[in-house]
Structures are given as C-alpha cells and as structure tokens.
C-alpha cells in the first residue's frame, strides 16, 4: 500500500509541481494588491489634500468625457477615503480603462488600463497563466484539484508506522544530511501546511470552471446560495441578463442574480447623484461601484465586495423612477454562500487584514519551499537515465483498489477523474509497447 500510495503521490507530484509553485507566487503577490497598488499608483490614486466639499459625480464623469469624447462610461467607484481619487472606467478605442478624478476639484490625476495593471498581471497569471482560454483556466483547476490529492497521499506517507518519534515527523532532523534531510524538510513542513493549504484550495475553487460550476448547482439545488429573488415591487423578470454580465466589483455570491428592468418613461432618467444618494440612504459601505445603463430598460446597479463579508450589497436601481428594484445583502445568502464569500475574503487576504495577508504569504511560500525540497530529494535517488519513480507494487487487489479510491476522489473533482482515466490508459497500452520509455518510466 505505502509503494502504491507513494508512486501516485510521485507522479502527481512531477506532473503539476511546476503549477504549483506559479499559483503559490502570484497568489503571494496578489494578496498585497492594496499596499502594492497603492504604491506604485500613488500619483493617480491619491489627491494631496482634501476639502470640506465634493463636486457631484456628474460633473466628474462630465470632465472624464470632455477628455476622452469617443469613450463609453462604465461605472463610478468612489472610496471612504477622504484622500482617494474617484474611479471612472470607460471603454476608450477598444480599451478598458481606469481614470481617476479629483473629487474636490476635477481635476483628472491619469488613467490606467485595467487589464495592465501590476496586480492584474499576477491575477492572470493566477487564473489563467498568463495566457488565457478555457484550456488555461481548467489546467489551473486541475493542478489545484490534484495538489488535494498530493496532500492525501503525502499525509499517509509522512504517517509514522513503526515507533513515533518527534524527529522526522514534527520536526525536522537537522543533524542528518543527504535524503533523509531533504526528505523531513520536505515532509515536515507539508505536514504542518497541508490544512492551510486545503483551505486556500477550497476558497478558491469556487471561480473555478468546473468545480465552480458545481458549487453553483449545489448552493442553488439545497437553495443555500442567494435568493434568486428579492424584489421590493413586480413580479420575476424575463430578463436572461445577470449581474456579472452589466456589474464591476460584484459579489461572487450574486454574479448569477437576474437583472430587472427599467420600466420605460416619459421621465429622464435619474442622475448619478440621485443614485449615490440611494446607496447613502440604503447604508451601502464604501467602497462602493455604480454600473450605469446599459440600454433604455438597463438599471443601475450598486455593488460592493471588496469589502469586509458583511458588507457585501448589490443594488439594481430603476434608472428613470429611482427604485430600488433588487437589494441583496450578506445577510439574506444561505449558508453555501456565505461560507464561499466568507472563504474568498479569506484567500484574498482580507478577511482580517495584515495577518490574514501574512499567514497568506507564509502559507504560499512554505509551499514553495516543500515543492523545492520534493525536488532536491528526487534528484538526489534518481537514478541516473531513469525517472526514478517508486517501482510498481505486485499486489494487482491493492493496485486496483487504491485506483477504484481515486476514481473515487474523481467523481468529487471531475478534470480529477478525466485525468486518472488517461494515465490508466497511458500506463496501461501506450508505455508498455515502447522499450525506451518503459525502461525510462519503471
């Protein structure tokens, strides 16, 4: 059993390692995105004093189109910081960007890209490696699903079977040298890691692709997810729009909530101050975002997440009467959506700010580390034209049944299952039939 566990831990190991360590180090530098951002962007975030009086939001974006008279505005962002600039994303000849107003002055401080910020390089590289697609997203999902597998098998290899002894198994052996070094400095701290580890892979999962998904279906069959509906007047809307369709900044829990409608008038239509006043008058928390109208029956709509949990809010406000048609807090989510919003602030590291940052960090880190370490020992056994891969066990019940385990864990984690299905059938029929590479595998 320990020779079979150990060849799928070896594997798995060698296969997404080098994942592991690109989703450790952008995840690393993605957690201070606050401190990073505002260090490098501290001419266009921040205004140098501020004043007893703001002008009104329309003015602002009423500056930001004199400047650039081709582009289309997106949303308004404003911040509790007396000293922040406000935020103004407009689609300008093909381009997202970000400008960023004076709000005492208007003024315009700069603009960025929103997709060639700093931080957005390493969100991307994150999620997508860099490269982008489908095909990228779900090899991210598929690393992050086997490092759970990685953890499994690594925790009933690192499992003391004869005498127990603190050296090797909670602490590492300094004094030894060679494998037995590398392999405690390899096992040790993956055994005090591998719960932190777990948790940063569960709350991260739900952006994923197929796992995502899953969680949607399950969150919306138990009806623990967001109500599908909170309307303050009329009845359920025809409208196939969703908030991750119209809405920056959205909460995960209510990217999939229905959009309303405006119902059409002879009126104007309301103004931005209008609309921020509803936030005010509703208690929305700052920062807060306003996506404008998409069309004559679009909506406002108010979003905050990149807050504390509990302040999570998405408003969809009737752009011509100024009611509130749709008002969906932290509070009315069930129980799955909850846990999923209170599990991503977490992996953001914002749940509790700096340490929650921190323990992020060392988390990402000692990861990296224990990816290091496995490698050291590998070259350190291999032997030399061989992959130096543990031997095959002769016990075919055993071998079956711990594969029958696996496709098991394949069920839970589908790209997991495809995964396995394709080694059996590479191990089985492809290497055997080419010498070389049997002899190079075995």
């Known amino acids: 059993m320990y020779r079979i566990v150990w060849r799928w831990h070896f594997y798995a190991g060698l296969i997404f390692s080098p994942f592991l360590i690109i989703l450790a180090f952008s995840g690393a530098v993605y957690l201070f995105k606050p401190q990073i951002e ?25 500056r930001v189109t004199e400047k650039y008279p081709e582009g289309i505005v997106n949303s308004y962002k404003t911040y509790d910081d007396p000293l922040r600039t406000s935020e103004i994303s407009i689609s300008n000849d093909g381009q997202s960007l970000s400008v960023f107003v004076n709000p005492y002055t ?33 090899l991210v999902e598929l690393a992050a699903c086997w490092c759970v597998i990685l953890l499994i098998t690594g925790l009933y290899i690192w499992w003391p079977r004869n005498k127990a002894s603190i050296w090797g198994t909670i602490l590492p052996r300094f004094n030894k040298k060679g494998r037995i070094f590398w392999r405690d400095m390899h096992a040790v701290p993956a055994f005090w890691l591998s719960i932190f580890v777990l948790v940063l892979i569960a709350t991260g999962l739900p952006w994923s692709g197929v796992m995502g998904e ?14 599908p509906f909170a309307y303050s007047w ?14 920056q900044d959205g909460p995960w829990a209510t990217e999939n909530l229905v959009v309303p409608s405006s119902k059409t008038s002879s009126y104007s ?5 209008d609309v921020s006043y509803v936030a005010g008058n509703n208690k929305v928390a700052k920062p807060y975002t306003i996506s404008m109208p998409q069309s004559e029956k679009g909506v406002y709509t108010i979003t905050t997440s990149h807050t504390k949990p509990g302040d999570n809010a998405t408003l969809n406000i009737d752009q011509y009467s100024g009611a509130v048609l749709t008002d969906v807090r932290f509070n009315d989510y069930g129980i799955t959506a909850k846990a999923i919003t209170v599990g991503i602030a977490l992996h953001e590291g914002r749940l509790f700010g700096l340490a929650n940052q921190i323990i ?14 496995s490698y050291i020992m590998w070259k350190k056994r291999k032997p030399s034209g061989k992959l130096g891969a543990p031997s095959k066990a002769h016990d075919k019940k055993l071998t079956r049944t711990v594969f029958f385990i ?20 590479l191990d089985r029929f492809v290497i055997p039939r080419f010498k070389p590479l049997r002899g190079w595998v075995n």
């Not at 809307?237 to 809405?247: G, L, N």
């Not at 098991?408 to 589908?414: D, E, K, N, R, S």
């Open 406 to 425: 696996m496709l098991a864990l394949g069920i839970v984690m589908p790209l997991v299952g495809i995964s396995i299905i394709l080694v059996f059938l």
């Open 38 to 62: 505002s260090f490098l962007y501290q001419d266009l975030y921040y205004v140098k004093e501020s004043h007893s009086s703001t002008i009104s939001p329309s003015e602002q974006i009423s």
């Open 234 to 247: 009329d009845a359920k809307p025809e409208s196939i729009i969703r908030t991750r369709d119209v809405a």
């Open 214 to 227: 899953q969680i949607n279906r399950f969150a919306t069959a138990t009806n623990t997810g967001t109500p």
């Open 269 to 273: 239509t309301i103004s931005l101050e």
């Open 360 to 373: 992020g960090l060392i988390v990402c880190m000692g990861l990296i580390g224990v990816v290091i370490s």
């Open 106 to 138: 208007g003024s315009i401080n700069g603009s960025l890209n929103s997709e060639k910020k700093f931080t957005e390089i390493f969100k991307k590289l994150h999620s997508e490696l860099i490269i982008g697609g489908t095909f990228a997203n779900r």
